[in-house]
């Protein structure tokens, strides 16, 4: 069976459960959402896993996570543990090449990935992400130049580019 430490990330205003696996972190919650949120993805996407709060196991995604939200930190050296179809962990890379503050569609995504008719499968390997800021899916605007749909809502995610830019 597998074992999913969970803890709380709380920085500042925001309030966050976060999760790891003992390959790396696999999940990153919603704002407001809490531990529901877990174990409604644990059922779908790693059924039978056992959810375990683990506070010192997560000291170091909370650290890194911490640093992102005080402005000290563009980039993240920690393991995560995606799961995922392998078109997924296509998308998913490519999210994490998007420099931190920057912002891209979803059509260059899905021309980054060599895939450039399939932006709706592009749009819902991005919703699927399991793991905000560290695969940055903040960072993919409509075409339009619109923020769109997010995981953690767009306010959220508003907040994480404003964060970015420095405001």
């Known amino acids: ?19 790891a696996t003992d390959k790396g972190l696999c999940w990153i919650g919603s704002e407001g959402r809490g531990f529901d949120e877990l174990e409604e993805w644990a059922a779908a ?31 993240f ?21 998007i420099p931190c503050g920057e912002t891209v569609t979803y059509s260059d995504i899905a021309e980054r990935i060599g895939r450039p008719t399939a932006v709706r499968a ?17 960072r993919v605007i409509g075409k339009n130049g619109k923020l769109t749909g997010f995981r953690g809502g767009l306010s959220m995610k508003e907040r994480l580019l404003a964060l970015e830019a420095g405001e």
Not at 4 to 15: A, F, T
Not at 79 to 95: E, I, R, S
Not at 122 to 138: D, E, K, Q, S
Request: charged share 25%; net charge negative; hydrophobic share 40%.
């Open 77 to 97: 050296d920690l393991p995560v543990d995606l799961g995922g179809t392998p078109f997924q962990q296509k998308v998913w890379q490519a999210l994490r090449e």
């Open 122 to 138: 592009v749009a819902a390997a991005i919703g699927a992400n399991p793991v905000l800021m560290l695969v940055p899916c903040h």
């Open 1 to 19: 069976m597998e074992t999913i430490r969970w803890s709380w990330l709380q920085k500042g205003d925001w309030n966050l459960v976060i999760a």
């Open 45 to 75: 996407r790693r059924p039978g896993a056992e959810l375990v709060r683990d506070d010192g196991a997560l000291d170091p995604y909370r650290t890194q996570l911490g640093e992102y939200f005080d402005g000290g930190r563009t980039e």
